[in-house]
């Protein structure tokens, strides 16, 4: 029996293409069909046709608008057999063209002219608080960025099933709750934008900081977050946190190439060498946190974290940052969020500005409210403060308890490495 899968090349180009093109197909689909499900099925019904058929036929000059096309007419199919349908087949058949199988027409027809506007509709739906933040995060990878189950698993360390599970219930929860496939208008949009910006945001924390791996940072979970923020910041230019986020990211992403050493190990911030930032991605940071600014009345916790990172970005050496304007940053986040996470920041910041003893004060009350239970950054800034104190006996305790609680390998072993330092500087 032949074989008849497509050659190796077409099928990467497939692949590639489907990938790229999957958020704005299933939006599109997804308007149509009012059924985010519905319109995963039709993509990849798509997807089959285009492996059957641009092998023979060579890869159409405009793929996206040839797979909308597909779906599109699937999509009529679809509700062609479902006699309960005949309001909507009669709405989507004015759109489609009959002939769309052999795609002859210009294939800018077939696509919406609304993508930004179904785009939208997409993160917002995925990013539903009928849904639970892991789902969220789930669907959202998948549905807006393209990601296959197999890679959502493997960037988060769970089993393919697990996501695979959490995705179908999560598009169930949207059927049944009768989730509409719309941008929110007014007071709503207001009250649903935090949700898929903070989905955004813990998908990249988690590639900047991986919680769980053998590796100080999952680059590409950055990547594909930074590609969503710019998406978002695309589609609304004048959302001030989407441009702080967009800015946080930007800048936090020139460091990716100095936070880690040729063996792989973790390198901290006033460890780098900041010839190896990428002024490219900063500049691109500073212009959109200037544009969020400029745009901001009041200065949300997005942006209040790019101008920290913006600070950090803007000295030349890390005896030129200015600690003080640095502590005085925390401190607003601080009121803004009452974030523990964020009072041990400012306690790092006090340290730098004031003098070890000054966060160490802060550090204290935070361990003694026992405010962050078993977070292994606690103990790591602890052990720095009082290592700079030379408190070098407590500083090895409390990095040998940092690394019996991070589930980090790289930030283990930094930890051990930081222990052993405090025995090495202790007096003979």
């Known amino acids: 029996?032949?074989?008849?899968?497509?050659?190796?090349?077409?099928?990467?180009?497939?692949?590639?293409v489907f990938r790229?093109?999957?958020?704005r197909l299933v939006g599109a689909l997804a308007r149509m069909?009012?059924?985010?499900?519905?319109?995963?099925?039709?993509?990849?019904?798509?997807?089959?046709?285009?492996?059957?058929?641009?092998?023979?036929?060579?890869?159409?000059?405009?793929?996206?608008?040839?797979?909308?096309?597909?779906?599109?007419?699937?999509?009529?199919?679809?509700?062609?057999?479902?006699?309960?349908?005949?309001?909507?087949?009669?709405?989507i058949s004015r759109e489609s063209d009959p002939k769309a199988e052999a795609v002859t027409e210009d294939p800018d027809a077939a696509l919406d002219h609304d993508l930004g506007d179904n785009l939208l509709r997409l993160m917002f739906t995925a990013c539903h608080p009928v849904l639970g933040l892991s789902a969220r995060v789930a669907l959202t990878l998948k549905v807006v960025g393209g990601l296959t189950t197999d890679e959502i698993a493997r960037a988060f360390l769970v089993p393919e099933s697990?996501?695979?599970?959490?995705?179908?219930?999560?598009?169930?929860?949207?059927?049944t709750a009768a989730v509409p496939f719309e941008v929110?208008?007014?007071?709503?949009?207001?009250?649903?934008?935090?949700?898929?910006?903070?989905?955004?945001?813990?998908?990249?924390?988690?590639?900047?900081?991986?919680?769980?791996?053998?590796?100080?940072?999952?680059?590409?979970?950055?990547?594909?977050?930074?590609?969503l923020g710019r998406t978002l910041a695309g589609l609304l230019p004048s959302e001030p946190?989407?441009?702080?986020?967009?800015?946080?990211?930007?800048?936090?992403?020139?460091?990716?190439?100095?936070?880690?050493?040729?063996?792989?190990?973790?390198?901290?911030?006033?460890?780098?060498?900041?010839?190896?930032?990428?002024?490219?991605?900063?500049?691109?940071?500073?212009?959109?946190l200037s544009r969020a600014e400029g745009l901001a009345p009041v200065r949300g916790p997005y942006l209040l974290q790019a101008a920290i990172a913006?600070?950090?970005?803007?000295?030349?050496?890390?005896?030129?940052?200015?600690?003080?304007?640095?502590?005085?940053?925390y401190t607003e986040l601080a009121v803004l969020v009452g974030?523990?996470?964020?009072?041990?920041?400012?306690?790092?910041?006090?340290?730098?500005?004031?003098?070890?003893?000054?966060?160490?004060?802060?550090?204290?009350?935070?361990?003694?409210?026992?405010?962050?239970?078993?977070?292994?950054?606690?103990?790591?800034?602890?052990?720095?403060l009082l290592y700079k104190l030379g408190r070098f006996e407590e500083a090895r305790a409390e990095f040998e308890r940092a690394a019996q609680l991070t589930r980090n390998a790289r930030e283990r072993e930094m930890s051990l490495a930081r222990a052993r330092a405090c025995v090495a500087a202790e007096p003979r």
Not at 20 to 23: A, C, D, N
Not at 310 to 329: I, K
Request: charged letters at 25%; glycine letters at 6%; one cysteine or more.
């Open 339 to 384: 974030s523990p996470v964020v009072e041990l920041n400012r306690a790092v910041a006090l340290g730098m500005a004031y003098g070890p003893l000054a966060g160490l004060e802060l550090v204290d009350q935070l361990v003694d409210d026992s405010a962050l239970p078993r977070y292994h950054l606690l103990n790591s800034v602890r052990g720095d």
């Open 310 to 329: 913006a600070a950090h970005a803007r000295a030349a050496t890390a005896e030129d940052t200015d600690w003080r304007h640095m502590a005085d940053l």
């Open 20 to 23: 790229s093109e999957y958020p």
């Open 33 to 91: 069909s009012s059924d985010l499900g519905v319109a995963e099925e039709l993509a990849q019904d798509a997807m089959v046709a285009a492996l059957e058929q641009w092998p023979v036929t060579g890869v159409p000059a405009n793929p996206g608008a040839w797979l909308t096309t597909i779906g599109k007419r699937r999509a009529v199919d679809l509700f062609r057999r479902n006699s309960r349908e005949h309001r909507k087949f009669a709405l």
């Open 1 to 16: 029996m032949p074989d008849v899968r497509p050659a190796r090349s077409t099928r990467v180009t497939i692949e590639d």
């Open 162 to 175: 697990t996501v695979a599970q959490r995705i179908v219930r999560a598009k169930k929860a949207l059927s």
């Open 241 to 288: 946190d989407v441009l702080g986020l967009v800015a946080l990211m930007e800048i936090q992403s020139s460091r990716q190439s100095a936070r880690v050493g040729l063996a792989g190990e973790p390198v901290l911030l006033l460890d780098q060498n900041r010839a190896d930032w990428d002024r490219s991605a900063i500049t691109r940071g500073l212009d959109a």
């Open 184 to 227: 929110p208008r007014g007071a709503d949009f207001l009250e649903r934008l935090p949700s898929v910006l903070q989905v955004v945001y813990l998908i990249y924390n988690e590639g900047y900081s991986a919680t769980s791996s053998d590796d100080w940072m999952r680059p590409d979970l950055c990547d594909d977050a930074l590609r």
